[in-house]
């Protein structure tokens, strides 16, 4: 029997990872040391899916992700949210008060200056979560911890010391799922969202002129993000998600007046309202 993958960055037990074994429980989880390892593991048919985050609610946009998605091939069939829960994780035996310093990724780091400021622990910089996680069980230091998920300790035999320390209890990751193939057909009994990029044309207020088209139509933007595009400050391109569905009456009529003022529209997914928006 053949077994389906989803593909993700990182490694084992890492949120991605968890994304994954909540979205889709009966798939194999592919780890990948890049998104565009993951990506390509997608193209060449190493994996049927790619889990991929976007933003953080509490550190926001995902570094480069938005710059690879819209040249990836791939398109958004759904997406996935996970509540980050850190737990601070250590070799078997140890007690808090033996931990002198933290492993994990940055952005871990900043998320849980509370806890580890209290506890006097100080902050050292890993590639990434669960690879903090391995590297902890592998130097069995009992000095040592890592802030990753209560997963990352049952694959890598470790403790958890603490769990729920992050400094913001609503800290949520959103995640896309990514398919080699479009999926436009309406699913889902809480309505349909779309994202795009685009990119306005060089003429005064373009901007403000190709939004119009949403608020004289009713259609909700629930994001609208910019970032520049083959190191120009000059060409800047939008990424944006809107609820509904481009064969909606309104949002037809909305991408039709947004098409006017741009140069380039790319609708990168269409995909059903996850249930925790």
């Given at each position: ?12 037990g ?13 798939k ?6 890049t ?17 991929l ?17 819209p ?12 509540r980050?829960?850190i737990?601070?994780?250590?070799v ?7 931990i ?9 780091l900043?998320?849980?200056?509370g806890?580890?400021?209290e ?5 050292i ?8 996680a391995?590297?902890v ?39 896309v799922?990514m398919?080699r ?12 969202m ?7 044309r060089?003429i005064p ?5 190709a ?11 629930t ?8 190191g ?9 998600d ?7 009456a ?9 098409d ?10 269409v ?7």
């Open positions: 029997m053949i077994q389906f993958k989803i593909a993700f960055q990182g490694e084992l890492a949120y991605s990872h968890e994304a994954c074994r909540e979205a889709y429980p009966d194999q989880p592919l780890p990948c040391r998104f565009e390892d993951a990506i390509e593991a997608v193209r060449s048919g190493a994996a049927e899916l790619a889990m985050p976007v933003e953080n609610s509490t550190a926001g946009r995902v570094a480069d992700i938005h710059s690879l998605l040249d990836s091939g791939l398109h958004m069939i759904d997406e996935a949210f996970v980050v829960r737990s601070l994780l250590s078997p035996g140890t007690t808090l008060s033996q002198t310093s933290a492993m994990s990724h940055t952005v871990l900043g998320q849980c200056r806890f580890l400021s506890h006097g622990i100080h902050r910089t890993g590639a990434d979560t669960a690879g903090s391995k590297h069980a592998k130097t069995a230091d009992p000095g040592l911890a890592a802030l990753a998920s209560s997963l990352a300790g049952e694959i890598y035999g470790l403790d958890v010391l603490a769990q729920d320390i992050e400094d913001n209890d609503n800290n949520t990751t959103r995640f799922i398919a193939d479009p999926d436009y057909s309406r699913r889902g009994d809480r309505g349909m779309t994202s795009f990029v685009f990119q306005v060089n207020a373009a901007l403000y002129k939004m119009g088209g949403f608020a004289t139509n009713g259609v909700n933007m994001k609208l993000e910019s970032y520049m595009v083959g120009s400050f000059t060409a800047t391109q939008f990424h944006a809107i609820e509904g569905h481009p064969e909606d309104n949002v037809k009529l909305a991408l039709e007046e947004l006017y003022f741009t140069d380039k529209i790319k609708i990168l997914g995909y059903p309202v996850n249930r925790p928006r």
